[in-house]
């Protein structure tokens, strides 16, 4: 059996798509700020900084669809070298025991950003 059943899901958002109360915990992945967006709008429960990708890889990426695979494995590779979003990411999986967790990020390509990659490793098989 999938022990990834007895949790809530994990939705992934736009930051400028209005929050809505299935939502859960709302958690910002992107290291800034989104332009434009009042925080009081946002609705962020949290804002874990460790989740977002480093500066270097978030500029080579560039929202390049033809670079997303390379970008996921270097992002996930970023995140299991780091120990404060290791121990976020299970926060995170936990929080999911209560709650859906909702990833909030700015970029416009929704199929092709951090909050995918991280969606992924939070809902995989442990």
Known sequence: MDADMSRAPVHIKRAYDPPAD????????????????RKAD???????????????????????????????????EELAGSDAARAELERLHEQRLETPVTLVYAARDRDCNNAVVLQELLTEQR
């Open 22 to 37: 299935g939502d859960g915990h709302r958690v910002l992945v992107d290291g800034m700020w989104p332009r434009g967006v």
């Open 42 to 76: 946002a609705a962020i429960d949290a804002w874990p900084r460790e989740l977002a990708p480093s500066k270097s890889l978030r500029q080579w990426f560039g929202h390049d669809p033809d670079r997303f695979d390379t970008f996921r494995a270097r992002f996930r």
